[in-house]
């Protein structure tokens, strides 16, 4: 497999999870890591931009998850054009903190058709690598208690938590996601991600027998 360095289009991955899996802790570790290789990273995040993520806060709760579903779906597309497709055909690793299956999960638990929300995503550029940390649902809302979300109401129903899990791990099972058991400790869980990382992009894992 050629390195990441040689690739005419960069890399993309996606670090998924419940809030409190420690998502934005794995990805920072992975730019860290691949940056102190030499390669060119870029963090990013969704929702992304501020004038979705400001809509959602207003008014996604009192309309549902079919609308919140468009509005992340539009937040994405934008996204997309704006930071990943650009990074990407450039040569950049583009480490995304939540992608697509964030919107399966959340707006599939909260009623919203898996397959519609599918169809309304068709536009995604596939990640290279897509990793899901699982962490119960009482365990991440402790975690994240007192912490800000970017749309705090979507982690204030255990309920939906319980079943956005539900869905993450039917991904797992069916392929679309790697598990990494995030209730591990903080240690053996980035040691695990920078393996997959490693082992994906074909690169000597600089950085994993040292995670801290």
Not at 195 to 204: A, P, Q, T, V
């Amino acid at each position: 497999m050629s390195s990441a360095k040689d690739a005419l289009r960069g890399y993309l991955i996606a670090i998924e999870g419940l809030d409190g899996s420690g998502k934005t802790t794995v990805a920072e570790y992975m730019v860290k890591v691949l940056s102190n290789a030499g390669y060119r990273v870029i963090y990013t995040y969704e929702p992304y931009h501020r004038v979705f993520i400001e809509i959602l806060n207003s008014v996604g709760e009192q309309l549902g998850a079919f609308f919140e579903a468009l509005v992340m779906a539009a937040d994405r597309y934008y996204h997309i054009k704006d930071v990943i497709e650009p990074a990407l055909n450039s040569g950049a690793i583009v480490i995304t903190d939540r992608y697509f299956y964030s919107s399966l999960a959340y707006q599939g638990a909260k009623g919203a058709d898996l397959g519609w929300i599918r169809e309304l995503n068709k536009f995604i550029i596939p990640p290279d690598l897509a990793i899901y940390l699982d962490i119960d649902p009482r365990v991440g809302l402790q975690r994240k208690a007192g912490k800000p979300s970017r749309v705090e109401y979507l982690q204030s129903s255990l309920e939906v938590l319980k079943k956005a899990r539900e869905i993450y791990l039917q991904m797992v099972k069916e392929g679309e996601l790697i598990y990494v058991d995030a209730s591990l400790t903080l240690v053996n869980v980035l040691r695990k991600c920078i393996k997959l990382l490693c082992i994906k992009l074909g690169i000597h894992c600089l950085g994993e027998d040292d995670a801290q």
